[in-house]
């Protein structure tokens, strides 16, 4: 199936009936799998055969989905998680431990760069923060002896800044370590990080993948082409013996294609258990049959729309990547040149008080903390989610007190441009 277009892979990947079988992937709304001897569920639990015995290890309905998403990427091997902050903490901490450095994008997700900076430290894995804009020899020098990986985002949410993935991947390759991607914005239809040098990509499938705000969810893709084993004094989970497992060496059973996934799987599944539910990989699914179709009419209105603002008297300035202004146009024309995302940020003249009138006055567009979502939606975070914070004290957390984040949404781009219209006219 990597053969077919992009388009193909979203409606067809993953799920293939035999005879007489479903054609809708089937709900296996089991946790657990039935054997007729204990020697054949021994033989899954040493991952001596291959087959499903716990609902918090692996699903079929899950898996089925997760192998869609992977051909969706080109990789070898992925997993689904039950969110997509969990798919970014499996992805990191089945390289780092205790003791561990790694370098991320300072222009990352808020939640992802909490989880960095406050969570992973706690546990004794060390953080530095680059800017994605560094140059080879500013990211080399970041890099320390127990430096793991490096992270990044394709389209950073919310700055909307574009990452220079080759870059990253040339840096993290001349060190010795994986580059992650968050892929969450573009989706695997808009850009495939591995065609760039990444080695795993993550999703937040709670956005554009579902796309109809319905289920909370996030996968790991593995391209299979970091050579682990060239490294095994540096990653020694996966190359030396997993004593919770039997002595089993990931990178020698199951190849460089398949040992990270099967790793973050039997254990840190089996530890941590942030597994997704059936139901929810059912309605991902469902959001990812249309995916091709969604991205492509949420990109060309969201551009339509930063067109028709850029042009407004009202409005300050406009941040969208595929916006010729933007300082990431290059970029964007190099990775994501058949479309970005939905999601625009931008000010209105007269600041917070002016913002805040905007916002009051939108009839279409809901006010919500959600992006990616089929009906539009925006934020203004100086009156909501930033509201303690002075116009001072915004700015110096990169957000200015008339920035508006608008999701654009799957409606005629005509009625929410009217929308907008009606609103500004309210100020
Ligand atoms: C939303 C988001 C996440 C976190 O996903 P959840 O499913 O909310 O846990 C991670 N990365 C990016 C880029 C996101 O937009």
New binding site residues.
């Given amino acids: 199936m990597n053969k077919t277009g992009i388009g193909t892979r979203c409606v067809q990947g993953g799920y293939q009936p035999g005879n007489g079988e479903p054609r809708q992937i089937p709900i296996i709304q089991s946790t657990t799998f039935k054997y007729a001897t204990s020697e054949d569920m021994g033989k899954l639990f040493d991952l001596e055969a291959s087959g499903y015995f716990y609902t918090r290890l692996q699903n079929p309905t899950s898996d089925a989905v997760a192998a869609k998403i992977c051909e969706m990427e080109g990789g070898t091997a992925a997993m689904l998680t039950s ?4 798919a ?1 903490f499996l992805a990191v901490f089945n390289i780092c431990s205790c003791g561990d450095h790694f370098i991320s994008s300072s222009s ?2 808020g ?2 760069f909490n989880l960095f900076a406050v969570t992973l430290k706690r546990m004794g894995i060390e953080v530095t923060f680059v800017s994605p804009d560094a140059s080879e020899e500013e990211l080399n020098a970041a890099f320390r002896p127990n430096t793991k990986l490096m992270f990044g ?1 394709t389209i950073a ?1 919310p700055a909307l800044k574009v990452l220079d993935i080759e870059k990253f991947a040339r840096v993290a390759h001349q060190n010795g370590v994986p580059l992650i991607i ?1 892929n ?2 573009p989706t695997s239809v808009n850009c495939r990080p591995f065609e760039w040098g990444a080695d795993i990509v993550v999703h ?4 554009y993948m579902d796309g109809h705000g319905s289920a ?3 996968a790991i893709v593995d391209s299979g082409k970091f050579d682990w084993t060239k490294y095994p004094e540096k990653f020694p989970g996966l190359c030396t013996p997993d004593e919770s497992y039997h002595g089993i060496t990931y990178t020698e059973r199951f190849g460089i294609e398949g040992a990270y996934i099967t790793k973050a799987t039997a254990q840190l599944m089996r530890d941590l258990g942030v597994t997704p539910a059936p139901m929810n990989a059912f309605l991902l699914n469902l959001g990812l049959e249309s995916l091709h179709v969604r991205i492509k009419r949420h990109s060309d209105s969201a551009l339509a729309i930063a067109q028709y603002l850029e042009a407004h008297p009202q409005i300050a300035w406009v941040n969208f990547p595929a916006l010729p202004s933007s300082p990431d146009y290059a970029l964007t024309q190099k990775y994501l040149p058949n479309g970005t995302c939905g999601v625009i940020s931008f000010g209105v003249k007269g600041g917070r008080e002016a913002a805040s009138k905007f916002m009051k006055a939108l009839k279409l567009v809901a006010i919500e903390t959600h ?1 990616a979502d089929a009906r539009s939606c925006c934020l203004h975070p100086a009156t909501a989610t930033h509201r303690q914070l002075s116009d001072e004290e915004l700015i110096a957390c990169g957000v200015s007190a008339d920035l508006v984040r608008l999701s654009v949404g799957l409606e005629d781009p005509e009625d929410l441009i009217a929308d907008i219209e009606q609103a500004l006219k309210s100020i």
């Fill in positions: 969110s997509g902050m969990a970014s990352i997700y939640g992802t985002e949410n968050d969450t914005f937040a499938t709670t956005k909370v969810g996030g992006v």
